[in-house]
């Protein structure tokens, strides 16, 4: 069955902005992709999300044991630890095989990279997980076929490629990095230069060439094909180049988006697409679709994760509870995609109009001190700046000098635990959730600053770190799962959930109210940033009755509470 009517016409309104008189021919093209992937209506499990939904993300390979596939190691960790009852599905980072950036330079985006395993492995985590794969969109590795047939001049792959000349004037191009934009290679016709947003390994594709669109959009439903219920587009803001801009978030790059949605919209209903750009707020939201809701279904929240940091490096929480105020919800159909932690370390681009220089300045030193490195970009006038705090979460919570472990794990759950009570949709990352430190022998093996944040493990060795009674790792892991499992069963936790942000007279609390959709259960989640306890008149907060917390079973006492220092509280009122 080719693209039903409705979407015909949508995406082709769309090729005709991107392709001119050449729309329709891409059109035909895309008409066989829907036809071949026609089987995708018939999947009866169509719902977006609810409270259950929580996402686990991790590496492909981030679990070893001599002798076997590393994704049936890692299925086998989760069920172990029942991790299945209380995770709704895991993003498997990069699976395929690769040259550099632990999978973000894919050699062949339709294999499986073998150490991993292979496809019955994939199809295999999907049986007991919702799926979402990563879709590394804008560039592929230099080892990739499609470019070594470009190296060779090989039809049609000499246009798969971005080529500029290095005297142009690219001065206004964002830049991510402070590596070149332009890398030299040889090929059959001489000397070239080719578009590298992200390393001289990583070669951006020429989206402008619809030759790329449908090659790429086929890959997209291979993908839902073997198990993917989301997609991650990565790094999408930077897909389309027109020189003379800043090439960043281009209207073009918009309408490739669009289409992915009205294809899988058609297709593989139920498909979520989730938009990676580490960028301020305003640029961020905008892949929602401008008002228009017709673009991705869900884009990370990526100011949570630094302004939350913040809040418990200072015990000062005014900045976070005002951003999360002024949050505007997105509408039905569409969320955030909430989280603390990535493989990719605390992007500080989205702290840009959030606090002052002075703060901002703190925190990147205040990870510093805390071990931590800073990864930089390079500015239009050349000079670099903060781009990313490389450091894992677990450690970033600490203090530079060493808390107790007991008092470590508490003050890390109660980041945790804010973050789940957000509206939205939580992402935790698997160092997370098993408080993992910086790994400085990894950046020193690798040379490499994100290494501090993407350990591997043997099997045994995880289990062994986990088993230790006083270590912060178990008590982590414990309350992690703990915290999970309260909230699965919490229908004001549902990303459609009301959600209000309440000032209560303390500086170092965060007061979020989320009420159920049918307004049968309130939640008033209360996270002290300090290391004072702070008593909370509820009886003065107006519309919010609660009578009890959902973690601790203590009950409110004549309308008081009071919050330990680094404590949550998920008081309720309703069901249970």
Known sequence: MPISDVFRARI???????????????????????????????????????????????????????????????????HEFGLDKVLSGIHVLPFFPYSSDDGFSVIDYRQVDPPLGDWDDVDSLARSFGLMFDFVVNHCSQHNAWFQSYLRGEAPYTGYFIEADPQAD?????????????????????????????????????????????????????????????????????????????????????????????????????????????????????????????????????????????AFLTGDARPFCRWLADLEYPGWGMTFFNFTASHDGIGVRPLEGLVSQGRFDALVDGVRRRGGLVGTRQKPDGTDAPYELNVTYFSAIDSPEGLPPDVHARRFLASQAVMLAVRGVPGIYFHSLVGTPNDHAGVERTGHNRSINRRKFEIDELRQILRDEGSAQRMVFEGYQKLLAVRTRQP?????????????????????????????????????????????????????????????????????????????????????
């Open 170 to 310: 690219l001065s206004a191009v964002t830049r991510p990095r402070s590596s070149p934009l332009l890398t030299p290679c040889e090929t059959n016709r001489g000397t070239k230069h080719v578009w590298t947003t992200f390393s001289d390994d990583q070669i951006d594709l020429n989206f402008a060439n619809p030759d790329v669109l449908v090659e790429m959009l086929g890959i997209l439903l291979f993908y839902i094909r073997h198990g993917a219920r989301s997609i991650r587009l990565d790094a999408i803001g930077f897909l389309w180049k027109t020189i003379g801009t800043n090439c960043m978030h281009l209207p073009k790059t918009h309408t490739v988006v669009k289409i992915m949605r009205d294809l899988v919209d058609d297709v593989a209903p139920g498909t979520i697409l989730l938009t990676e750009t580490n960028v301020p707020h305003e640029e961020n939201v905008s892949y929602f679709g401008g008002g228009d809701g017709d673009e991705a279904h869900a884009v990370y929240n990526f100011s949570l994760a630094p302004l939350l940091l913040d």
């Open 12 to 78: 082709a309104a769309k090729l005709r902005r991107l392709y001119g008189n050449r729309a329709e021919a891409v059109l035909r093209r895309i008409d066989e992709l829907a036809d071949r992937y026609a089987s995708l209506r018939e999947r009866t499990d169509k719902r977006l999300y609810g409270e259950q939904t929580i996402m686990l993300i991790t590496y492909g390979d981030q679990l070893r044991c001599d002798g076997r596939p590393s994704l049936q190691v890692l299925n086998g960790f989760l």
């Open 492 to 576: 004001a936790f549902h990303p459609d959930a009301e959600q209000s942000v309440i000032d209560v007279g303390h500086d170092s609390l965060i007061a979020i109210a989320r009420t159920s959709r049918d307004g049968s259960q309130q939640i008033l989640t209360l996270a002290n940033v300090a290391d004072e306890a702070v008593q909370v008149d509820l009886s003065s907060l107006g519309d919010v009755a609660v009578d009890r917390d959902l973690l601790s079973g203590r009950l409110v006492d004549d309308g008081r509470y009071e919050v330990a220092a680094y404590d949550i509280a998920w008081l309720a009122s309703g069901p249970y």
